[in-house]
């Protein structure tokens, strides 16, 4: 029985899960130059089923108008926690570069980055980008629908 305290404690701090891990990721939304007011963009992960997970970021200041970013505002009923993942809307032509804490679990395992894209007076672009968030996929750039010229993220 003297060596069974030993064992005991390693089986135990093996049982103990691990902290989950996360990375910075690097985004980036250039924005074609549409001749419009500021574009409102809302960057969000989806599941493997298209299920909402968390907002990355808010360009949107007015929560009166994010009802015009409507993939988003749909999968969550208007009312995402966005304190301290917002900031002001991006110009025609400008580019949007934002940093953002990602858990590694997220990569390779099915998730999506979407972009939904609104101008005042202009044309609301639901899911403008649809990326998966793969390692082999970052740094490469991705074309939009709408407003946005390129998307892309990095590691």
């Known amino acids: 029985m003297k060596h069974a305290w030993p ?15 996360a990375r910075p990721v690097a985004l980036e939304a250039e924005l074609n130059n549409y001749g419009g007011d500021g574009a409102y963009l809302a960057i969000y992960l989806t599941d493997r089923t298209g299920r909402y ?8 200041p007015k929560a009166k108008y994010w009802r015009h970013l409507s993939d ?30 990602v858990a590694d679990a997220l990569l390779d395992a099915g998730y999506e980055i979407h972009i939904d894209t609104a101008v005042e007076k202009m ?30 993220y990095t590691l």
Do not use: H
């Not at 609301?124 to 010229?149: H, I």
């Open 7 to 21: 064992l005991a404690a390693v089986a135990g701090a093996l049982a103990v899960p691990s902290v989950a891990s």
């Open 53 to 60: 997970q968390s907002t990355l970021w808010l360009a949107a």
């Open 72 to 101: 988003w505002y749909r999968v969550t009923g208007g009312k995402a926690k966005v304190d301290g993942i917002s900031g002001a809307s991006v110009g025609a032509g400008k580019a949007l570069r934002v940093t953002v804490e």
């Open 123 to 152: 044309k609301e672009n639901p899911s403008d980008v649809v990326v998966p968030l793969t390692v082999g996929g970052a740094g490469k750039p991705t074309p939009g629908r709408g407003y946005v010229k390129s998307f892309r």
